[in-house]
C-alpha cells in the first residue's frame, strides 16, 4: 500500500487538519515529519472542536497510529498537556508513537527565542516565540537535545553544558539577562523522562516495517510550503522543510516509498507572520475573509493576513513538492460575493511576471495581477458531489485547478468532518 504526503501549498494554515483527520479513517498511520508547537490544527468532529498543535492528527481516529517522526521538535511540557487535555475529553491517546531522535525544545531555546526576537525589533521575523527556531540551530550545530538522551543523566548533562556555555555569554552579554544554570536545565528536562516513556521508540524501524506488512501511511507536514527554509520566502520562513522532501528526512522513509503528494489550498490565501504576501487585503474585502473563515492562528492566536487566491504560489507549490493532487479547503467562505479576483500573474517593474520570482527584492515588489471569476451566492455548506455545487463555484474550482497545475480531488465546504466533497479518491 502507499505512503502519502500531505502538506500546505501556501503560507500555512490552509486546513490541513481537516483533510489528514477526513483520511485518518482509512490510514494505519499519521505522522508528522517536521515543526513543532508553532503550528496548529483545528479538526472538527461532530460537535466537538480539537485545536491540535504538536500531535498529529490522525489521533482522533479510531484505529490510527499517531507518529511523531525525527524531524519534529517537541516541547515536553506542551506534548504532555496536549495529551492529558484529549484524554480529559475521552480520546485513547495511548498509540502515540515518539521518535527517540526528535529533538527537544528545551526552556532555554523558548527564552533565546523571545529575546532574540525582541532584539530584531522592526527587523523581526515574526516567530510564535516557542523556541523553534533555537531548536533547530542547536540541532544543526551538533549542540541539540534529543529524547533519547533524557534516558542518560550523564550524556544529558554534557549537552546541556555544551549548549548553555554559548547561551549564557549571548544572554548576559549582549540581552542583559541573567544566565541559566546548568543542574536547573537538566533537572527540568530528566522530569519528563518518566512520562514520555511509554511513547519513545525506534519510529524509523516502525514505519518502515509497517510499508513492507502493507500499511497505509500518512505523512502531514506543519506550517506550508511558502514558509519552507529552503523553498519559501526567506527570511520569513520556519526553521525546517514542510516540502515533500522533508517527509523522508523527517521521519526516514525513502523517496521510493512515496505514491502520492497531495498539497492543501484555500480557496483564497491567508498568512500569520511577517513577510511578502502580493494579495493581501487591507479593505472590506480582506475584513470580511477573515472573520466569515475565522481567520485566528490555532497556536497564536493572531489574526492572519488575508488575500485573494493566488495560482502563481499554487504553481509554484505544485513544482517544487510533485503535487499530484490538490485539497482546496473553505470554498464556503467566498459564498456572497458576486465577483471574485484571482491572482493569475505579477507586475514586477513593469513586466509580466508567471512565475514565482527567485529573487527576494523581486517578489517583495510584486503586484498581483487579476483575473475576476463569477460568484455564487447559494448555500453549499450541504453539497454531498461536485455536481451539488452552483454552477460558478464549479467554474471557479476549475479555474483555480487548470492555474494551479494539478487536479482538485476534494473541497472543503464547511468545517465539519463529513462537509467535503470528494472529487477523486485519494486512497
Known amino acids: 500500500m502507499p505512503a502519502l504526503v500531505l502538506l500546505g501549498a501556501q503560507w500555512g494554515d490552509e486546513g490541513k487538519g481537516k483533510a489528514t483527520d477526513l483520511l485518518g479513517g482509512s490510514v494505519d498511520y499519521v505522522v508528522r515529519y517536521q515543526g513543532g508547537n508553532n503550528a496548529g490544527h483545528t479538526v472538527v468532529v461532530g460537535d466537538q472542536k480539537y485545536a491540535l498543535h504538536l500531535l498529529p492528527s490522525g489521533i482522533l481516529s479510531p484505529g490510527c497510529t499517531p507518529v511523531i517522526g525525527n524531524g519534529v521538535v517537541v516541547d515536553p511540557s ?56 533555537p531548536t533547530y540551530a542547536d540541532k544543526i550545530n551538533r549542540v541539540g537535545i534529543r529524547v533519547q538522551d533524557l534516558y542518560d543523566e550523564s550524556i544529558l548533562t554534557q549537552k546541556v553544558e555544551a549548549a548553555l556555555d554559548g547561551k549564557n555569554q549571548l544572554l548576559t552579554k549582549l540581552y542583559n539577562r541573567r544566565a541559566i544554570a546548568v543542574d536547573q536545565a537538566v533537572e527540568e528536562l530528566l522530569g519528563y523522562a518518566e512520562k514520555l516513556a511509554p511513547y519513545v521508540t525506534d519510529t524509523v524501524l516502525v514505519l518502515n516495517q509497517a510499508l513492507e506488512q502493507d500499511k497505509v501511511v500518512l505523512f502531514e507536514g506543519g506550517q506550508g510550503t511558502l514558509l519552507d527554509i529552503d523553498h519559501g520566502t526567506y527570511p520569513f520562513v520556519t526553521s525546517s522543510n514542510p ?52 481567520e485566528r492562528g490555532v497556536t497564536t492566536g493572531r489574526d492572519r493576513r488575508c488575500g485573494w487566491f493566488d495560482a502563481v504560489i499554487a504553481r509554484y507549490a505544485t513544482r517544487v513538492n510533485g503535487l499530484t493532487d490538490f485539497f482546496l479547503t473553505k470554498l464556503d467562505v467566498l ?57 460558478n463555484a464549479q467554474a471557479y474550482v476549475k479555474a483555480l485547478e487548470e492555474m494551479s497545475g494539478a487536479p482538485i480531488s476534494a473541497i472543503g465546504v464547511g468545517p465539519g468532518r463529513d462537509e467535503t466533497i470528494e472529487v477523486n479518491s485519494f486512497l
Do not use: M
Not at 527564552?111 to 516565540?129: C, H, N, P, Y
Not at 483564497?268 to 511578502?276: I, K, L, M
Not at 471574485?340 to 527576494?360: F, H, M, N, T
Open 78 to 133: 506542551v506534548l504532555l498537556s496536549e495529551l492529558s487535555g484529549l484524554n480529559e475529553r475521552g480520546v485513547d491517546t495511548s498509540k502515540l508513537l515518539i521518535s527517540g531522535n526528535a529533538h527537544i525544545i528545551t526552556p532555554y531555546n523558548v527564552t533565546v527565542d523571545k529575546v532574540t526576537e525582541r532584539f530584531l525589533g522592526k527587523r523581526k521575523i515574526g516567530t510564535t516565540g516557542r523556541g523553534i527556531g
Open 335 to 391: 459564498t456572497g460575493w458576486e465577483e471574485i479576483p484571482v491572482c493569475v500573474a505579477y507586475e514586477i517593474d513593469g513586466k509580466r511576471v508567471e512565475e514565482l520570482p527567485y529573487s527576494q527584492s523581486d517578489f517583495h515588489h510584486a503586484k498581483p495581477i487579476y483575473e475576476t471569476l463569477p460568484g455564487w451566492s447559494e448555500d453549499i455548506t450541504k453539497a454531498k458531489s461536485f455536481s451539488d455545487l452552483p454552477k
Open 243 to 294: 516540502t515533500a522532501g522533508g517527509a523522508c528526512t523527517g521521519s526516514g522513509v525513502g523517496p521510493t516509498k512515496i505514491s502520492r503528494v497531495i498539497g492543501i489550498l484555500k480557496a483564497y490565501t491567508t498568512r500569520v507572520g511577517s513577510g511578502p504576501f502580493p494579495t493581501e487585503l487591507f479593505d472590506e474585502d480582506g475584513e470580511a475573509l477573515r472573520r466569515i473563515g475565522g
